[in-house]
Each structure stands twice: as structure tokens, then as C-alpha cells.
């Protein structure tokens, strides 16, 4: 097990979010540690998308607090929670097809030597970011086209990774991958991860967060439906908070004196 | 665990690089593919993979131009003569110019329809200013190429602000700026040039002294060669691939072939034509504004994926505007070129085919007409394919109803050969 901090490099308290009549996110409290992976889990509509949008500054939120390394930080732009060192992984991978591996890589933040392209140390960073990410690909210089959607997506990842972010959001990136695929994907997610970012995957894949994930943040209905330990929870255990098959009075309950507790302790 | 280096798996590159570092387990390079053997047998078995893959590039056009020239030579032996070809050279930069422009619009993946009436308002400010209002020629250049690029810049503005479709922004501009032409030509509708003056040198000017010619050519080799090979010895010196000098040299060895070749025609006539050179130093400025920019790299990026370049940080308004700027810029070089030609500005600039062939040339040198693909010596190609149909027919007195149906089947052929490439490629992995 890696070592994990004791203060969160993320930490949403009480979090909520409306959109004109609908209450998207109620009181949410989330905590990411530095070399942690947290799962984000929950229905369609369970809130995940709107969660993430506004850590990213997408959405800023109503109410509530977000702490970064243990500071009250304000995240009302995308271009504040990458300064904090935030990266987002979008679901569609925000990718140009006819631009190659570098390119991609570096758009929009291109090195430059006397105002011209310095392919050459575009090149070579890429290379040595895809080495110590082991990200194989089949040639850097080929336009992203011409790679699997697993390969894309690392792409995607490795890209997130060059502003050195201490938190790292994947959206769904196994979604429409096969199972070679994921399995690279997941692979670089464990190396994220030891490397000692934060990461936080949101996956409807039950197998996948079992697979990588140390702890599973579970929305329901926008607000928090439970935070498990991944080694010591059940499958079963996940899924019924999911689905809110344990959304009764008597866990209701527990779950808010539990919560409370564990506040309380830290 | 054995190190079995003829394994061609992942797992045998793993414990090959093993024995290396533990830490860097893996190789970031998939050993399965793109490995290119060195030599002649490389690059055909490169040639074979990429006619496999549909990436074809340039190749079609070029063997096109090749059997055009067999074509009419064998028809009329005039056709490769020094002076056709010098004509050639001075004929195509006006409608070449504005296919440049054209280029940039098509790597967005947008459409410019009033680049021909754009070229002949902007001949008919300079004629006005120059001619009529007496002002110094190279002013009256300066403003009617800055007026190109404000109504391109306007365009873009109706497209990429106000989110109106690039086709019909322009088809208005196409009415409107040729209206707005003839309005300013006035009742008689054509302006004499002074043909010693600085518009009129456009296209007559010739460098008679031998030397320019060769001159210009040693400095385009020496020029590719050094830059090719010290870009070589950086990437080498960093460790990452690079060509083999033998690569380097050939391209070198084929292009000065191509140079000198092009410059000893010239000087059996009249000498290095100022129009071609003017056209070089545009193809070149722009193919390194568009290759070796991060500008270039955000016009590519819009081509790929407009949603990309947003959340890039690319803004993409002003990107969008400034590449209709270019494009409209460049219809008013264009269009000054050809009044050159002409030596006047008169109301039939700008109209008839020269906004199709300006297009047709882009599409037919090899820009994708889907965005995000070519480079604008794709202009230079094209526009010599269109304009040396139109002199060997010329030659063989073939009448013009021909020499649309031919530069129709022309275009028709390259946009098949197009969308048959995207069609290959799709399946090879590479759309």
C-alpha cells in the first residue's frame, strides 16, 4: 500500500449545487489523499458529472467549502483549478485525430524556441513522459487516428499529466474500451497513482473500481450515499448503495452518525 | 525469467528491457510496428505501406503532372519549351496566390466562396488609387492587400461570431465585393495600369542575369540541406529518431535536380520570372507559418477537432477570423497579379472560373476538402496541373468548351482519388 497523507490534497465539505429548480448536489463531502485513488460511483443522474465540474471550476458550487492541501480555496473558473493543479480527463477525449502523438501532447501549450516549434524537445519530453508513464505506443509521430481507443485514452491521460497536477480526474476512461484496453488504462491509472497524485475515477464499472481504486465515494440522488473501503466491501455491498437498495430510515442513520463520527475523529 | 529477444510479444520486449532498468519496465515504443528498413529497399517497402494505407499525399498529383507533360509533349514539342513553361511560371501565380489562401480555409475545414471577387475588388482599389487618385503605386498595393485582409477579416467575423455558415457568409461576399468592384471601376468599367510600374513588374519583370536564377536555386538547396541536417544531428544528440544522412542527402539530391532543372529553363528565355519568385517566398513563409508555428499548429488543431482546441486554450474566434484575414489577404495578392497580367483592372476580374480553379487547384495539390489536412505548396501543384492543361490544349488550339471539360474531369478525378484515400485510410486505422 502506498503511503497516503494525512491531510487531503481535495476536500469537499458540505457541497451543494442547484440548477434553477433541481438540487444537482446536497451537502457532499468527499476527501482525496495524495497516492489515492477514490471512486466515484453512482447512478445516471446520481450527481458524479456535476461533482466533478465543480471541482474542476466548470460549475462553482453554491454552498459549502472546498479545501485544497487543507486551505479554503475559491474555484469559480477552469483556469483556477489548473493553477491549483487540477487535471481533467474528459469522457470524449478532446483529442485532434490529424495531429500526432506530440502535437496532441503539447497543443495549446507548445514549446517554443526563438517563436518557432521546438519539435525536438516536444519529441523528446514525449518520450520520456510516455516511458515513465510505460504508456506504449506505436510511434509518437503518428496522428492519433491511427491508435486504439485504449491507446487515445492513455494519450489523453499522459497529456493531463504534463502540467505535474497533484489531483488528476478521469471521467469514464474505460468506457468504450476492450478489455486489453482497459486493462493498459487501469495500468496507468495504479501508476498515477504511485507516483503520488491524487486521482479520482468516476467508472460505472464495478470491476474496474474493485480492480484499482482504494476507496469508493458512492452519490445517490446528489448526495452522499456512503464511502467504503474498496478491500474490505463487498461488490454487493457498492452496488446496493448505488442503486439505494440500502436507502432505508434505519441506514440513513447510520450512515449520518457514522459520518458525523468520522468528522469528529479527525 | 529468460530474455528471449526473438519473442515479438510485449512480454519479450518487457524482459529484454528488464535487464536495463526495473523501474522503466516496459518500452514506450510498441515493438510490433513501424519499423522501416534503411536504405532503397526502405523506402519502397515505405511507399508499399503507405499506397496500402491510402497516404497517398501528393503522390497522385504529381504523376499526374508527369503524364501531362509526356501527354502534350508528344502532341506539340513546343510544350516543354522555355518559353511555355516561363509562361506558365508568371500565369500561375495570380490564380496559385489565391489557392494559398484557399488552403488555409480548406485546413479548417470551412469553404471561402469570395476569394475571386475579393481578388478583383482589391485590383480595382489599387487601379483607383494608383490611377485615378494618383497615389504612389506601392501605397495602392499596400492598401488594397490590407483591404483583402479587412474583408476577409469580416467575413470571419459573420462565421466565427456570429456562428453564420462560411458558405453563405461568403457567396454574399462574392455579390457583394463584386458589385462593390464595379461600382468603383465607374461608367467606362476598366483601368488602364501603367505597365512599368510597380503592379505592372509583377508579371513582366524578369532577372535576366543567369546567375539569379542559379543563385536562387543553390540557396533553396543549401538551405533544405542544412536545415535538414542539423535538425538531424539536434534529434540524434537528444536520442530520438532521426533520418539517416542517406535520407537526407536524396531528398537534397532530388530537390536541387528539381531547382537547377527549373533554373536553366528560365534562363533560356528570359530569366528568373518575378512573379515565381514572389510565389516561392510566399509558399515557403507560409508552409513555415503553418508547420513551425504554434499559429499553424491551432489552424491544424481547428481542423481536427474544434472542441479540442477549445479546451486547449486555443481561441478559437480568433483564430477562425484570422484565417479568413489570410485568405482574403491573399485573393488581393492574387488578384493583383492577375491585373498585372492584364495590365488593367477591368469588371471581368474576378469572375468566371478563377474562383473554381483557385479551389480546384488546393484540392486537386492534395488538401483534404474535410479540414485538417495539406500544406500549401498543395497550391503550387495544383495550380500548375490546372494551368498546364489550359496552355497544351492552348497549344493544340483546343477551343475553351474542351478546357472546362478536361479541368472538370481533372477536379472530379482528384476528389474521387480523395474520398477513395479517406475510404482506405478509414479502414487502415489512419482517417
Given at each position: 500500500m502506498v503511503h497516503v497523507s494525512a491531510t487531503p490534497v481535495l476536500a469537499l465539505r458540505g457541497v451543494s449545487k442547484r440548477f434553477g429548480a433541481v438540487?444537482?448536489?446536497?451537502d457532499v463531502e468527499l476527501e482525496v489523499h495524495a497516492g489515492e485513488v477514490v471512486a466515484l460511483v453512482g447512478d445516471n443522474g446520481a450527481g458524479k458529472s456535476t461533482l466533478v465540474k465543480t471541482i474542476a471550476g466548470v460549475h462553482p458550487i453554491d454552498e459549502g467549502v472546498i479545501e485544497w492541501d487543507g486551505d479554503a480555496v475559491q474555484i469559480n473558473r477552469p483556469h483556477d483549478a489548473q493553477s491549483l493543479g487540477i487535471a481533467t480527463v474528459y469522457q470524449d477525449l478532446a483529442l485532434c485525430d490529424n495531429i500526432d502523438v506530440v502535437g496532441n501532447l503539447f497543443l495549446g501549450r507548445e514549446l517554443k524556441k526563438w517563436g518557432v516549434l521546438d519539435e525536438v524537445e516536444m519529441e523528446r519530453r514525449a518520450q520520456e513522459l510516455l516511458r515513465t508513464l510505460s504508456i506504449r505506443i506505436p510511434s509518437v509521430r503518428i496522428p492519433i487516428a491511427s491508435l486504439s481507443g485504449g491507446q487515445r485514452q492513455t494519450v489523453a491521460i499522459a497529456r493531463s499529466m504534463l502540467g505535474e497536477p497533484k489531483l488528476v480526474i478521469l471521467d469514464e476512461p474505460t468506457a468504450a474500451l476492450g478489455v486489453e484496453q482497459t486493462a493498459q488504462v487501469l495500468d496507468l491509472v495504479e501508476r498515477l497513482r504511485e507516483r503520488g497524485h491524487a486521482v479520482i475515477l468516476i467508472s460505472h464499472n464495478m470491476a474496474d473500481v474493485k480492480a484499482v481504486a482504494d476507496k469508493v465515494a458512492v452519490l445517490r440522488l446528489g448526495q452522499n450515499n456512503g464511502v467504503f473501503e474498496v478491500k474490505t466491501t463487498s461488490q454487493e455491498e457498492i452496488i446496493s448503495a448505488i442503486t439505494g437498495a440500502t436507502d432505508n430510515a434505519v441506514t440513513r442513520r447510520a450512515a449520518r452518525t457514522t459520518s458525523t463520527n468520522g468528522e469528529a475523529s479527525q | 525469467m529468460s530474455v528471449d529477444k526473438t519473442s515479438a510479444t510485449p512480454q519479450g520486449a518487457n524482459t529484454v528491457e528488464n535487464t536495463e532498468a526495473a523501474a522503466a519496465a516496459v518500452t514506450a515504443v510498441d515493438p510490433r510496428l513501424l519499423v522501416r528498413e534503411q536504405g532503397l529497399a526502405g523506402y519502397f517497402g515505405e511507399f508499399k505501406r503507405k499506397l496500402k494505407a491510402g497516404e497517398l499525399g501528393s503522390m497522385p498529383v504529381v504523376i499526374g503532372l508527369i503524364a501531362i507533360c509526356v501527354i502534350f509533349q508528344s502532341l506539340n514539342s513546343n510544350f516543354l519549351s522555355a518559353q511555355n513553361i516561363s509562361d506558365i511560371s508568371v500565369t500561375m501565380v495570380g490564380t496559385g496566390m489565391i489557392s494559398v489562401g484557399i488552403v488555409f480555409v480548406l485546413l479548417l475545414g470551412e469553404i471561402d466562396l469570395s476569394v475571386g471577387s475579393v481578388s478583383g475588388a482589391s485590383s480595382a482599389i489599387a487601379a483607383v488609387l494608383a490611377v485615378n487618385q494618383g497615389w504612389p503605386e506601392w501605397a495602392a498595393v499596400l492598401l488594397a492587400v490590407v483591404a483583402g485582409a479587412v474583408i476577409g477579416a469580416l467575413h470571419g467575423f459573420f462565421f466565427a461570431v456570429l456562428g453564420a455558415p462560411a458558405f453563405a457568409v461568403t457567396l454574399a461576399g462574392l455579390l457583394f465585393w463584386l458589385g462593390f468592384m464595379l461600382k468603383i471601376l465607374g461608367e467606362n468599367g476598366t483601368i488602364n495600369l501603367d505597365s512599368d510600374g510597380l503592379i505592372g513588374k509583377l508579371t513582366t519583370y524578369f532577372f535576366s542575369d543567369v546567375a539569379a536564377a542559379y543563385l536562387l536555386a543553390a540557396v533553396v538547396v543549401a538551405v533544405f540541406f542544412l536545415t535538414s541536417f542539423l535538425g538531424n544531428r539536434r534529434r540524434e544528440a537528444v536520442g530520438i529518431p532521426s533520418r539517416p544522412l542517406s535520407d537526407t542527402l536524396m531528398r537534397t539530391v532530388l530537390l536541387a535536380v528539381v531547382a537547377f532543372a527549373a533554373a536553366a529553363m528560365y534562363n533560356q528565355y528570359k530569366g528568373l520570372p518575378l512573379a515565381t519568385l514572389i510565389f516561392l517566398v510566399f509558399l515557403i513563409g507560409t508552409d513555415f507559418l503553418l508547420r513551425r508555428t504554434s499559429y499553424g499548429r491551432k489552424v491544424f488543431a481547428l481542423g481536427g477537432s474544434v472542441e479540442a482546441s477549445r479546451r486547449a486554450g486555443i481561441n478559437v474566434t480568433a483564430v477562425r477570423i484570422s484565417v479568413f484575414a489570410i485568405s482574403g489577404g491573399f485573393a488581393a495578392v492574387g488578384g493583383l497579379f492577375l491585373a498585372s497580367k492584364i495590365a488593367s483592372a477591368n469588371q471581368?476580374?474576378?469572375?468566371?472560373d478563377l474562383l473554381m480553379n483557385a479551389i480546384a487547384a488546393a484540392v486537386i495539390g492534395g488538401t483534404s476538402l474535410f479540414g485538417g489536412r495539406g500544406r500549401t505548396w498543395n497550391a503550387l501543384l495544383g495550380v500548375l496541373v490546372i494551368v498546364s492543361i489550359q496552355y497544351g490544349l492552348q497549344l493544340e488550339s483546343i477551343a475553351e468548351p474542351v478546357k472546362y471539360m478536361i479541368t472538370a474531369a481533372v477536379l472530379l478525378t482528384t476528389v474521387v482519388i480523395d474520398s477513395i484515400t479517406r475510404k482506405t485510410q478509414k479502414t487502415a486505422g489512419r482517417a
Open positions: 438540487q444537482a448536489l446536497t | 471581368s476580374a474576378g469572375t468566371g
